[in-house]
C-alpha cells in the first residue's frame, strides 16, 4: 500500500474514534484539503467550528484560526497539525500596541482582522474577515473614528470601498500577498491576454487596481468558477488551485510568483503536513489552551462579527 494512502487510512480511522472534524483552509496541502470535512475561508471555517457537536476540531489552518475555533466552541478539544504555523499579519501587532492605542485615542472603534492574536481579539471592538470587512466597517456609525487592524492592505481596500475619511490604518502585511509585484502581474497578463484576474484583497494597492474581482480566498474560487472565461490569473496563495481544479476541470489557472520566495505558497500554512495531521490526531497535541477570561473577552467581538448580516 502506498505511504500516503497509509497515512490517510490512519487519520481516517482517528477522525473516528476521537469523534472528530478535520477543518482545512484553502492554503493547505491538496493531500489534507482531500480528507478535510470542510475546507473554506477563515469566515466559513468560524462558523464550521462554532456549529461542531463532536469532541475534537483537528484545524489545519494556522494558529489564530484554531484559536478562534477554540473561543467560539471552547468545550471541544482543537488540535492543530503544527503550533509554528503562525502570519506575518499576527506578528505586526501587540495586545499591549492595542493598548497604547485605545490610551490615546479612547473614541476609536477598533476593528480587527481575524488574523491577529487571541490577545489582540480581547481587545478589540469587533472583528472582520476579507469576506466581510467592507460590511463591518459600514456597520459602524460614520462618526465614529476607526482603528483598522492590522492589514494595511486590506485596511486602504477598505477605506476606498466605503469612502470612511476618519479611519486609521495599521501598517502589518502578509508576506504572501504584500509582495506580490504590479509588473509581475502585468507580464502575466501579457503571456495570457484572454485572462481575467481574481485578487485577494491582502495584495498592494497597484495589484488590486487590474484586477476584475476582489474577495476573500472562497469567494475567489466561487466567482472563478461561475465567471464566463476560460483562463484565470489568481493573486492569492496557490493552495486554492486545488478546489479551482476540482469545481472548474475545464478552466486554466495562472498564479504569480511573489518576491518573498518567488512562489505563491504561505510558508506557514505549509508547515502543516499529513503526518503532522495524524500526530496531532493521535496524541490531541498541539493543542489550543487559552484561559477563561481571554475565551469570554475575545468571544464578544466575534459574536458581534458573525452578528453583522
Ligand atoms: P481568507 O479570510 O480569505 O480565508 O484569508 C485568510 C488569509 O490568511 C489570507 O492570507
Ligand atoms: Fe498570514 Fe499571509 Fe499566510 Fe494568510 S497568507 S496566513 S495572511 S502570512
Known amino acids: 500500500?502506498?505511504?500516503?494512502?497509509?497515512?490517510?487510512?490512519?487519520?481516517?480511522?482517528?477522525?473516528?474514534?476521537?469523534?472528530?472534524?478535520?477543518?482545512?483552509?484553502?492554503?493547505?496541502?491538496?493531500?489534507?484539503?482531500?480528507?478535510?470535512?470542510s475546507i473554506g475561508d477563515?469566515?466559513?471555517l468560524a462558523r464550521r467550528a462554532r456549529d461542531f457537536e463532536g469532541d475534537v476540531i483537528a484545524f489545519c489552518g494556522v494558529?489564530?484560526?484554531?484559536?478562534?475555533?477554540?473561543?467560539?466552541?471552547p468545550t471541544r478539544t482543537v488540535v492543530l497539525p503544527d503550533l509554528d504555523a503562525g502570519c506575518s499579519l499576527v506578528d505586526s501587532c501587540t495586545a499591549e500596541q492595542v493598548r497604547a492605542f485605545r490610551a490615546r485615542h479612547p473614541d476609536h472603534v477598533v476593528v480587527s482582522y481575524v488574523n491577529t492574536s487571541v490577545e489582540v481579539k480581547a481587545e478589540s471592538d469587533i472583528l472582520c474577515t476579507s469576506r466581510n470587512a467592507v460590511r463591518i466597517v459600514n456597520s459602524i456609525p460614520a462618526e465614529n473614528p476607526i482603528l483598522f487592524l492590522p492589514d494595511i492592505n486590506l485596511g486602504n481596500y477598505v477605506k476606498q470601498q466605503t469612502g470612511r475619511e476618519n479611519m486609521t490604518i495599521w501598517q502589518g502585511a502578509c508576506i504572501v500577498h504584500a509582495t506580490?509585484?504590479?509588473?509581475?502581474?502585468?507580464?502575466?497578463?501579457?503571456?495570457?491576454?484572454?485572462?481575467?484576474?481574481?485578487?485577494?484583497?491582502?495584495?498592494?494597492?497597484d495589484v488590486l487596481a487590474m484586477a476584475d474581482f476582489i474577495g476573500s480566498t472562497s469567494a475567489i474560487i466561487d466567482w472563478c468558477v461561475s465567471a464566463p472565461a476560460e483562463e484565470y490569473i489568481v493573486m492569492t496563495e496557490s493552495g486554492v488551485r486545488h478546489s479551482l481544479e476540482r469545481l472548474a476541470p475545464q478552466k486554466r489557472f495562472y498564479f504569480v510568483p511573489n518576491e518573498n520566495c518567488n512562489c505563491s505558497e504561505c510558508p506557514y500554512m505549509r508547515r502543516n503536513t499529513l503526518e503532522k495531521l495524524r500526530d496531532c490526531?493521535?496524541?490531541?497535541?498541539?493543542?489550543?489552551?487559552?484561559?477563561d477570561d481571554i475565551i469570554r473577552r475575545a468571544a464578544l467581538p466575534i459574536e458581534r462579527m458573525l452578528a453583522v448580516r
Open 281 to 291: 490526531l493521535t496524541m490531541l497535541t498541539p493543542r489550543i489552551e487559552l484561559s
Open 1 to 37: 500500500m502506498p505511504a500516503v494512502q497509509s497515512i490517510v487510512d490512519e487519520i481516517l480511522e482517528l477522525k473516528q474514534q476521537r469523534h472528530a472534524i478535520i477543518l482545512a483552509h484553502h492554503y493547505q496541502e491538496s493531500e489534507i484539503q482531500e480528507l478535510a470535512d
Open 63 to 73: 494558529v489564530f484560526m484554531a484559536e478562534t475555533a477554540k473561543v467560539l466552541n
Open 180 to 205: 506580490f509585484l504590479a509588473r509581475r502581474l502585468t507580464t502575466a497578463r501579457a503571456e495570457h491576454p484572454q485572462a481575467l484576474v481574481a485578487a485577494h484583497p491582502e495584495c498592494p494597492a
Open 42 to 44: 477563515s469566515l466559513e
